[in-house]
């Protein structure tokens, strides 16, 4: 079994493309946000987290302190630390190799070799998909952050929108049951309810402290809310699955 | 500290936690409870941050064309367009209430 002729590498391939392009919304929306183009460039090459990402940006347009974004990106950067734990397991990469793949250790890549039996297709399946996705999300978000650059006023071009749909969409995918909802609804009202009462920034940690205290707390599933924006399971040709 | 700090630490940070998680005995990934923690956390944030960038602007509770994004959005993830659709479809819905005049 050779790369070419590998189904893993093909769903990595598709999950690299359908991933990198959105990364031409969080070029813009990070340019709308306030920050400049080089930043939003350092935040795709650097952070390479798309959820973290979203979420820095997402509390500076909101006019929140450096602190606050750098708070809510790394908590929302967590659940990466279960993903590698899984990696780990997984893949036993060494050496070099070990400090490339935690780079790389996302949603996607690690659905993608989640997603395989066999461990050669493991392999094959999560660098192709990692590093697809570090080009392709690099590659637009420059594009997008030139094009948000050249837009002007990105409230005109209703790009704050654009950010609340994008952080839906986020969400959307971990909703598959009724207990994750019941969640985010508690966790949008907490927000909406502090806003007024504290500094920006602010209510978004409250919420992450109720989430939390529910996870610590409540009995479900461990693998609740660590499902990936795009389900590789979706782009794999030989095993459909009705989802939601 | 000026905001290239804070991208900088974020970005260290976010590395720190990837690469923790190769390094730390294979024996905690049986607590399930961190995974679980992990999982509403992400949850949680992705709705606070929803609801965020949906009703704030800086310190007050405000309504205006960024709800007509959070509806459009809501309407094409029922119909399963894809990440990007989504998003065009967020900022075309607020880009037209508000060059019709509202919010």
Known sequence: ??????????IGLSIAVATGLYGISFGALGVASGL??????????????????????????????????FGAATLLGARNAVYGMQLNQMLRPRGWRKLLAAHITIDESTATAAGQVDPGEQLRGFWTAGVGIFVLWNLFTAIGALLGDALGDPRRWGLDGAAVAAFLGLLW??????????LAVLCGLVTVLMVPLAPAGVPILAAALVAALWGWFSRGPADE????????????????RERL | MPLWGWI??????AYATKLAGYLVPPRLLENERMSRVAGTLTIGLLASLTAM?????????????RVAALIAACIALWLRVP????????????????FAGFG
Request: aromatic share 8%; proline share 6%.
């Open chain 1, 225 to 240: 809310g660590l499902e990936p924006d795009i389900d590789p399971v979706v782009y794999s040709d030989d095993t459909p």
């Open chain 2, 8 to 13: 900088v630490a974020a970005s260290v940070v």
């Open chain 2, 83 to 98: 990440f990007l659709g989504v998003v065009v479809v967020g900022a075309a819905a607020s880009a037209m209430l508000r």
């Open chain 1, 173 to 182: 995918p971990r909703l598959s049951a009724r207990e994750p909802v019941a």
């Open chain 2, 53 to 65: 960038n949906a009703f704030s602007a800086a310190q007050a509770l405000v309504v205006d064309a």
């Open chain 1, 1 to 10: 079994m050779n790369w070419r002729y590998s189904p893993a590498a093909r």
């Open chain 1, 36 to 69: 400049s183009v080089w930043q939003t460039i350092a935040l795709s090459m650097l952070m390479f987290t798309g959820g973290s990402q979203f979420a820095f940006i997402g509390v500076m347009s909101g006019g929140g302190a450096g602190s606050a974004a």
